[in-house]
């Protein structure tokens, strides 16, 4: 995925929009606004290319994120794109025992970290460490490995090169010519590591945009974080690969999200069950839901809240997905059905059909099953990551074709539809 292809397309349109407060005493439903462009982020992008470069970060190499969501956060996985290096954005929710994990699996060159993280930052151990602020310091960034105890700067460079056009994507591969993975996302545990080349991130991307019919005139506000693949391959990026508008904060709050999503007109929203139920209960909630074109629940909900979002969003979808790829089943928009009749309080359970380029197949036992029946969701395809370390599938790695499994139950009806497997009670 080139971000110099969509800056030479889009220009100065409004890539991405940060709406966390500056005062990190502000009161619930404030929002501040720092935007770039496509053409800024483009630039932006190059100059933290140059500045890893300075911090000695090779082709082939590993830079691993400690933050929160931040515009840098985004323009880094770019900057890593133009270096042949892998981006790894590590989860911020870890604990300083968890974040050894994905660390020692990792094994980065180097790992940048927001002041926020100085607990996480103490148990690195091995990886030099620098602060994600002194990184714009005018001087193109410095190797202070002492992460400071405020907020820091901006996500702004100090002194960017000033380029009338963006400058040209650099390598996909090391200097070895081995191919390089351009991300490498943890589990909610700190593993596994899945991987994803370019050609895979811009699958996703793809079958995203198909999927939901993204255009440059979607606006979302991300509700997830960026270190998430349901935040970063399932929503962030597709929605940059359509020229559209990213809003995005630290961290989810309801009151804050509600108003960023009224304030920048966002058309497309994906989110979890317990992130909608936290906006729909906050002050102006559902009037700013009901201006959304499409609010689609990710993973497991009920019945309630599917009409509740019914009653104020545009057209309520669903969608599953998983480390091993984030994109796998969205609501089967293609057939007769009604919308409702698919996610109406007696059937929360049914997701849908697989994403675009995504095969499904149900595995009870070691056997596909074929036709209708329940088992073990795998998927395979070119959204698929390329790597998951540890691998359930090692021993298939010389299958012409890899298949991921979800590790979650589903039932598939006559038509093809899946539905995620009840438990005893009926809940799914």
């Known amino acids: ?42 630039t932006l992008s190059s100059w933290l290319a140059d500045a890893l470069a300075t911090q000695g970060v090779e082709a082939g190499e590993t830079v691993a994120l400690l933050s929160r969501n931040r515009i840098t956060g985004v323009a880094l996985l770019f900057a890593c794109r133009r270096l042949g290096a892998t981006f790894a954005p590590i989860s911020h929710r870890l604990t300083p025992v968890s974040v050894e994990t994905p660390l020692s699996l990792l094994e980065p060159a180097i790992v940048l970290a927001e002041s926020a993280q100085r607990d996480l930052v103490r148990s690195v151990d091995g990886a030099r460490t620098v602060a994600l602020e002194s990184l714009f310091d005018a001087d193109g960034g410095g190797a202070d490995t002492t992460v400071g105890t405020d907020e820091g700067p901006t996500d702004t460079a100090a002194d960017p090169p000033n380029h009338s056009t963006p400058p040209a994507d650099g390598p996909s591969r090391g200097e070895d010519g081995e191919a390089t993975p351009l991300l490498a996302l943890n589990g909610s545990d700190g593993a596994p590591i899945a991987t994803y080349s370019s050609e895979t991130v811009e699958a996703n991307c793809l079958a995203a945009v198909l999927t939901w019919g993204l255009g440059p005139t979607d606006r979302t506000v991300l509700l997830r974080p960026l270190s998430r693949p349901d935040g970063l391959l399932a929503v962030a990026l597709p929605i940059l690969y359509a020229g559209g508008r990213l809003a995005l904060d630290r961290a989810f709050d309801p009151a804050d999200a509600a108003k960023a999503i009224a304030a920048h007109g966002a058309t497309h929203l994906v989110g979890t069950a317990d992130e909608y139920r936290s906006i729909l209960a906050s002050d102006g909630g559902a009037a700013a839901l009901s201006a959304v074109d499409r609010a689609v629940v990710s993973g497991r909900t009920d019945g309630e809240l599917l009409d509740s979002l019914d009653a104020c969003a545009g057209t309520v979808d669903r969608s599953f997905g998983w480390l091993g790829c984030p994109n796998a089943l969205a609501s089967d928009r293609g057939t007769p059905e009604s919308t409702h009749d698919q996610h109406a309080s007696s059937h929360p359970e049914v997701i849908g059909r697989p994403f675009l380029d995504v095969d499904a197949r149900l595995v009870d036992d070691g056997t596909v099953v074929a036709g209708a029946g329940t088992g073990e969701l795998a998927v395979s395809g070119p959204a698929v990551a390329d790597v998951v370390v540890p691998d359930e599938d090692a021993g298939n790695a010389s299958q012409p074709r890899r298949w991921r499994r979800t590790e979650t139950r589903f039932r598939r009806d006559e038509r093809g539809r899946y539905a995620l497997e009840t438990g005893m009670d009926g809940t799914p």
């Open 1 to 42: 995925m080139s971000i110099d292809a969509r800056a030479a397309r889009w220009g100065d349109r409004t890539a991405i929009v940060d709406v966390a407060e500056t005062d990190r005493f502000a009161p619930a439903g404030t929002i501040d606004d720092d935007r770039l462009t496509y053409v800024e982020l483009a």
